[in-house]
Structures are given as C-alpha cells and as structure tokens.
C-alpha cells in the first residue's frame, strides 16, 4: 500500500494560477489576436525552458517569459513595443487563482503546502500574495536555485530535501501532464488536475490520480 | 576569421528528408485529417525527445515516434488500429529528400559528409538507401550511442570526436531553428537551412548563415 500523504506540493502556473489570464490583456492591446498571442507565448514559454536546459544555457523564468514574448509577437507580425510588453508582463504578477483554489487550499491546510515552480521567487512571492494567499504555503521552491527546468529530477528532489519528508509520502500536484511525467518518474505521488480534459502524454509513466479540478482532490485527500 | 569548413553535418529529418511527407499517407488513411495528424505528430515527437531527455528516461527514436503517433491519434479522436499505425510508421523509412538536396551534395561532396540524427541506425540506414544517398556520407551518427537527444552538448561532440576535427572547422547544417541552437551554443559553425521562412527562435544564440535551401548553402561554400 502507498504510504499516507504527508505534504502537498503544487505547481503555480496553470495549477494555482490562470496564465490564459493574459489572453485578455493581449486582446486589449492587440484586437482579434489575445487567444493566439496568450497561447504561442505559453507554448514558447514552456519550449525554452526545456531548450535552454538541455543546452545548458539557464537564463531564469522572467527573461525566458519575455523572450517567448517576444517571439511570439513577432510570428505572429504583431509590432509590440516595450511598453506594451511591460504591460504583457506584468500581467505574470497578478495572475487570478482558479476559483476553487482557496476553498480548496483550506480544507488541505492540516498538512504542511509548499509551491514548486519554473517561476523565480521575485515572480511568485508578489503572485502568491496578490491572491492573499501567502499564509497557505510553508515553502515557496524554485526552481532558479538550481538553474535547472522540470521536469529535470534534481528540481524535484530539492523541494523533498527541503521538505525531508520520503518522496513517496509527497504528493504533487499538477495541472501540465509533463510536469506530472517529471514527478511520477522522480518518485512523487501525483495527482493530475486535468482542467481541459486534456489527453495523457504518451510518456510511459501514470499519475496516482486524476482530478478535474483541486476541490476534487480535497474531497479524496480530507 | 572563421577556420575553414573542414567536414560537413547535416541533420536529417526536415533538412535531408521531408517528414511532413507522412501527411499524404495520413490523408489517405484519414480523409480530413491529414494535416492535422502530421501536425501534432511531429510537435509531439520532439516533445517527447526533449521530456525523455530531461526526465532521464530515453527510449528510442522509433518507439517515441509510435508513442507521439499513439498520442496525437487520440488527441484527433482518430480511432488508429495497430495496422494503420504500422502504415505510418513505415512512411518514416522512406521519407523522400527534398528535391535540392541531390544535386547540391553532389557538389559539396569534395568535403567529407555526415548525418547527425536522433533517428535511430534501423531509421536511418534504409531511409538514406531509399534515396540512392548512402555513397555521401562518411557517417551516418545517431544520438541512440548515447542515449540522449538534441541538443544536448554531448551529441554534438560525439560527432566532432568521431569525426576527429576541431568544431569551429565543422559545419553543422539543420532546418530546425532549435537543433541550429544546440549546435551553435556548442561550437559548431552552424546554417540554418529556413525552408519555410520561420522566425528565429529567442535562445540567445545565432547561426553563421541562413540560406532558404541547400542549394543556396552549396553556392555559397563551392
């Protein structure tokens, strides 16, 4: 039998936090192109991360969110000045929670909640307390003290270090099912918050559980 | 100055050979959605080598190729049996060149050349034959002696090792913007071949030269 879970570790973006929040300010100011710009900006976003680490070229998640900014304007022939991608930026700041978030957190708090993200700490730190939300989390990990992107397992095993809690009685929650892959294969237990009815990766490894939503994984952990 | 090229390298799937020829095949096997299939096929294929990579957890290029096909079929809901994906699969062995590709080997010819590929030997092999291009190449190296995908530094170096010349003095020629990033940030001198003027990737490095085929490459080195 699986051990009991003895501390829960979330991913930020898009787990906690809606990055497609950004598609209605790149709507404003780009007319008839938010879905698109938001959606090429999230997929570059995550793309060099993973590029950067395999060459061995970390730059943090700030710069890297504003290079896919800037790529993605410019497939997309949108001119964007840096005013206006200050604007995009900033946007990454003040990201809402989903809506069942907090409830949700609530009913977790007998156990011990940490973050793990790409995110740098100068992110998350003004993230996490734009949604008040400071006093849920014990541990906010980031990735940016080792350089390193997920699904790398050293990022992973720097947050159950810290924690000093086995990585079997962790459980880690995602919404990305790469981020998933990455844990799973580490040695987490995981629980995917499939929001879209995405379809699993083909990746060779299996999340403990699946939920739509976190108020879903509340009702089974509580 | 730049040291003469002394050895040329070139990537195969998207600069030798075309890989969206599998389109066809999968128009033909799924009326309407051939483009679409051939699409998330291939973005998954190299997710996937990217995630395996960074997670530790290679498999080779021919599994992780079915394994992308197996995703993006249920992705599509496109009920592919085990024959119809045997048929794509094949496809992959006798990808044609593109229609310049011939007649400018034949002209860079008086340098040794060499594939660098994630394909593995059993890919390669039969889809170089199938073109009548085997008497090109020197070598034709596969990232599967190692275990790791591009870009990663190593698989590049296993190329300018066996080959036994400097990398400033090796030429290394891709379609694909992030392999040309890979190598570039390693040393090779790199040509990115845009067939389908892409927008450069934001990875903080740049390639020697863009041409928009081989055959402006071999103008330029003849």
Redesign the interface.
Do not use: N
């Given at each position: 039998m699986a051990p009991r879970v003895r501390a829960l570790v979330f991913d930020a973006y898009g787990t906690l936090f809606d990055p497609f929040a950004v598609k209605t300010r790149a709507e404003e100011l780009f007319p008839g192109n938010g879905a698109a710009l938001s959606q090429l900006w999230r997929t570059?976003q995550l793309?060099?991360s993973?590029?950067?680490?395999?060459?061995?070229?970390y730059?943090n998640f700030w710069k890297l969110t504003e290079?896919?900014l800037?790529?993605a304007c410019?497939?997309l022939r949108l001119s964007c000045d840096e005013h206006q991608r200050k604007q995009l930026m900033q946007v990454y700041l003040t990201l809402p929670a989903f809506p069942e978030v907090k409830p949700a957190l609530e009913k977790l708090a007998s156990l011990p909640l940490s973050i793990l993200s790409n995110g740098t700490p100068e992110m998350l730190s003004p993230l996490v307390a734009a949604n008040n939300m400071t006093y849920f989390f014990q541990h906010i990990f980031s990735v940016d003290a080792l350089q390193l992107?997920?699904?790398?397992?050293e990022v992973y095993q720097h947050a159950a270090t810290s924690l000093g809690i086995h990585k079997e009685a962790i459980g880690f929650v995602s919404s990305n099912y790469?981020d998933i892959?990455?844990a799973t294969?580490f040695g987490f237990r995981t629980y995917w918050l499939n929001r879209n009815s995405a379809?699993a990766?083909?990746?060779?490894?299996t999340p403990a559980a699946v939920f739509v939503n976190l108020a879903g994984l509340s009702r089974a952990l509580t």
């Open positions: 570059k793309e060099y993973w590029l950067r680490t395999l060459m061995g070229r730059e290079d896919a800037v790529f410019r497939a992107y997920k699904p790398r397992p790469w892959a990455g294969s379809v990766d083909e990746l060779g490894v």
